[in-house]
């Protein structure tokens, strides 16, 4: 019935949906690198920005947990 429908039979159908989902997952692999990528060098940028106008997020981290742990 495949075959009449789509001219092809049940084995090339399978076939072209495996490759399909393969190349599915692969660009799902590469959005998550640019993203990943993207996001990695915003940080760094705003964390170098940060540091110019005198703010030190991880400065003021390390100072809370030892205020929690020295008192």
Same mark, same amino acid.
């Given at each position: /019935? ?11 159908? /399978?076939?072209?949906?495996?490759? =399909? ?6 660009? %799902?692999? %590469?959005? =998550? ?8 060098? =915003?940080? %760094? %940028? ?10 030190? !997020? ?9 205020? !929690?742990?020295?008192?």
């Amino acid at each position: /019935m495949l075959n009449d429908l789509l001219g092809m039979n049940d084995i090339d159908f /399978m076939y072209n949906q495996s490759r =399909a989902h393969s190349a599915d997952l692969m660009f %799902l692999k %590469l959005k =998550a690198w640019f993203y990943g990528i993207t996001f990695s060098v =915003a940080t %760094l %940028l705003l964390g170098n920005i940060g540091g110019v106008f005198g703010i030190n !997020i991880m400065g003021w981290i390390i100072d809370k947990i030892f205020g !929690i742990f020295g008192h």
